[in-house]
C-alpha cells in the first residue's frame, strides 16, 4: 500500500513563499494520479491542486490559481506544492494524496498523508 509523508511546512509572513513537499513509498508512483488538499480549522476540507500521471496535466482551485504550482518528480517519488504570496486565509494544514483512478480535485483518493501546517502570519 502506497505511503504518502509531506514536509516543509512552517511560519511564514503574508506574501511569503513555502514549498511542501511528499514523498511516496512505491516504486509505482508514476501510475499514481496526485493531489493536495487543505483543512483550515473549523472548515471543510477542500481542494488546491491536481497533477495526472504521463503528461502532468494540472488543475487548482480559484482561490490559488496563479499563486501556486503543483509538481511531481517521479524519480523521486514526490510531488511538490510551490506556494508564493501566501496570504493569511491559505493558513491550514495541508495533504497530499494519491489514487490511481484520475479524481481531479474531488474528495475521493484513496491514499492520503498525515498532512502538514501551514500558518501566515505576521
Known amino acids: 500500500q502506497l505511503q504518502l509523508v509531506e514536509s516543509g511546512g512552517g511560519l511564514v509572513q503574508p506574501g511569503g513563499s513555502l514549498r511542501l513537499s511528499c514523498v511516496a513509498s512505491?516504486?509505482?508512483?508514476?501510475?499514481?494520479?496526485l493531489a493536495w488538499f487543505r483543512q483550515a480549522p473549523g472548515k471543510e476540507r477542500e481542494a488546491v491542486a491536481c497533477?495526472?500521471?504521463?503528461?502532468?496535466?494540472?488543475k487548482y482551485a480559484d482561490s490559488v490559481r496563479g499563486r501556486f504550482t503543483i509538481s511531481r518528480d517521479d524519480a523521486k517519488r514526490t510531488v511538490y506544492l510551490q506556494m508564493n504570496s501566501l496570504k493569511p486565509e491559505d493558513t491550514a494544514v495541508y495533504y497530499c494524496?494519491?489514487?490511481?483512478?484520475?479524481?481531479?480535485?474531488?474528495?475521493?483518493?484513496?491514499?492520503w498523508g498525515q498532512g502538514t501546517q501551514v500558518t501566515v502570519s505576521s
Open positions: 497533477i495526472s500521471t504521463i503528461g502532468g496535466r494540472t
Open positions: 512505491s516504486f509505482a508512483f508514476d501510475a499514481y494520479y
Open positions: 494524496a494519491a489514487d490511481r483512478i484520475e479524481k481531479l480535485l474531488l474528495s475521493t483518493y484513496n491514499v
